[in-house]
């Protein structure tokens, strides 16, 4: 009989696999402690959680989400970041600290629902934020209003100098 602390860990892993939108499952050793220190505050600036689990817990509790293909990646030291709004952000996260550390080293990904190996967070890491489609969407939208725009506020001559021309190109 698994002991209540732990069953309350698979309770609490259960619910943050189901309400994830991305986790991050990494083998941690080979990091000093100021270096996973460094790494946490990184996500904890980004509102990602991270942390160390168990992985007969994380068996469990993908299990009991009705997720398979993890047993495969969860093996040794396994710590996660969990993204429970931008599932690409705990990948740039990853991809900025490995550049200066060689670890943590990415074993899988459970993104939205599929388990990926971990050698596509690099693919991850390289994608658009939700924030910057939102931001290059709007300068695209605004972008023939804008041209409107100054063409209207333009000088009449130079509005009837290029309607001249278009008629002039047209005939």
């Given at each position: 009989?698994?002991s209540?602390?732990?069953?309350?860990?698979?309770?609490?892993?259960?619910?943050?696999?189901?309400?994830?939108?991305?986790?991050?499952?990494?083998?941690?050793?080979?990091?000093?402690?100021?270096?996973?220190?460094?790494?946490?505050?990184?996500?904890?600036?980004?509102?990602?959680?991270?942390?160390?689990?168990k992985?007969?817990?994380?068996?469990?509790?993908?299990?009991?989400?009705?997720l398979e293909?993890?047993?495969?990646?969860?093996?040794?030291?396994?710590?996660?970041?969990i993204?429970y709004?931008?599932?690409?952000?705990?990948?740039?996260?990853?991809?900025?600290?490995t550049?200066?550390?060689?670890?943590?080293?990415?074993?899988?990904?459970?993104?939205?629902?599929?388990?990926?190996?971990?050698?596509?967070?690099?693919?991850?890491?390289?994608?658009?934020?939700?924030?910057e489609?939102?931001?290059?969407?709007?300068?695209?939208?605004?972008s023939?209003?804008?041209?409107?725009?100054?063409?209207?506020?333009?000088?009449m001559?130079?509005?009837?100098?290029?309607?001249?021309?278009?008629?002039?190109?047209?005939?």
């Amino acid at each position: 009989m698994p002991s209540k602390k732990n069953q309350e860990e698979l309770v609490q892993l259960t619910d943050k696999l189901d309400k994830a939108k991305a986790v991050y499952f990494t083998d941690y050793i080979g990091l000093d402690v100021s270096s996973i220190t460094e790494l946490r505050s990184e996500f904890f600036k980004a509102s990602i959680e991270f942390k160390v689990a168990k992985n007969t817990l994380l068996k469990l509790a993908a299990e009991n989400n009705r997720l398979e293909g993890l047993d495969d990646f969860l093996v040794g030291s396994t710590a996660i970041a969990i993204s429970y709004d931008e599932p690409t952000v705990p990948a740039k996260i990853l991809k900025k600290f490995t550049e200066d550390h060689d670890k943590p080293e990415v074993k899988a990904i459970l993104f939205d629902g599929e388990v990926l190996d971990g050698s596509e967070y690099l693919k991850f890491a390289i994608l658009p934020t939700k924030d910057e489609l939102l931001t290059k969407l709007v300068l695209m939208l605004n972008s023939p209003i804008t041209i409107l725009a100054r063409t209207l506020s333009a000088s009449m001559t130079n509005f009837v100098n290029g309607l001249n021309n278009l008629k002039n190109t047209k005939s």
